[in-house]
């Protein structure tokens, strides 16, 4: 169904003539996103239309619970509102309607600013599978905020990593030990949503043995940029296992 079909159900409203009984329903329909209107809710709210059955109600709460996330999530002001609503809606509902949704406009807005997913997850290496971290591996994630462009090799220039020379000491650099990452929101807009890193670095070079933790955020632009790159340096590892393969055959033969 059309949004603009789904708009014309605001007509099954009229039988409403107080604001406060449409407050009551917005509020209801709001506090019941998660879970749903409760079979005594709807009966209620079908008698109080005077509609003969549920399936004349459900297109009447799908459009006003469309109503109810616009409010909370875009900036609409009254003239908004009014642009929604079918150009032959009684002018006493449009108002009762415009007042009941900017009445609970700032509540619902801070409801959903509050609403965190309680996403995290850890990633803990075994020491056999630990690596050497290259020098420009994860500084380079937490800096910028615009993605600079790719480079000749396809990956982002910022995570092109220098190749570690034959005189370098790679025992001398810490290994990664645990990922852990958690979800937060840093603004009202769900684009304002950050991954939170943290990584344990192991030093065995160091006596005794030191972990250093270093946490930063990732946006989604930014992380899109550092799986591209994850995903060259797979395809490096990858070709070089390939390559040796003939090569350790013939010694064991």
């Known amino acids: 169904m059309e949004e603009t079909q789904v708009l014309h159900e605001l007509h099954k409203l009229s039988q409403i003539e107080s604001e406060e009984t449409l407050n009551q329903m917005l509020c209801t329909l709001w506090s019941t996103r998660k879970t749903g209107l409760p079979l005594s809710d709807k009966s209620h ?7 003969p ?5 459900d297109p009447v709460l799908a459009c006003l ?13 009254r003239d ?18 415009v007042s009941a949704l900017q009445r609970n406009r700032d509540r619902w807005k801070e409801d959903v600013s509050h609403v965190i997913p309680q996403l995290k997850g850890t990633i803990n290496f075994a020491p056999s599978l630990l690596w050497p971290r290259q020098e420009q591996d994860f500084d380079a994630v937490a800096v910028p905020a615009v993605v600079p462009d790719v480079g000749p ?12 020379g034959a ?5 001398n650099l ?30 065995y070079s160091k006596s005794p043995s030191g972990e250093t933790e270093i946490k930063f955020q990732l946006t989604r632009d930014t992380l899109e940029a550092m799986l591209r790159s994850m995903t ?12 040796s393969g003939p090569a350790n055959k013939k010694q064991k033969q």
């Open 232 to 243: 060259y340096i797979r395809e490096q590892l990858n070709a070089v296992e390939t390559s």
């Open 65 to 77: 619970r469309s109503l109810v996330r616009k409010c909370a999530h875009l900036n609409l002001a």
């Open 80 to 97: 908004d509102l009014l642009r929604l609503f079918p150009r032959d809606l009684p002018i006493q509902l449009q108002t009762n309607l």
């Open 45 to 51: 709210f079908q008698s109080l239309l005077h509609l």
């Open 167 to 171: 005189s370098d000491n790679l025992e």
């Open 53 to 57: 059955s549920p399936s004349h109600l």
């Open 153 to 164: 090799s396809g990956v982002n220039s910022c995570f092109q990593c220098d190749a570690v």
């Open 174 to 203: 810490p290994c990664l030990k645990s990922m852990t990452w958690t979800m937060e929101n840093r603004g009202s807009s769900p684009a304002d949503r950050v991954a939170i890193i943290s990584l344990k670095l192991h030093d």
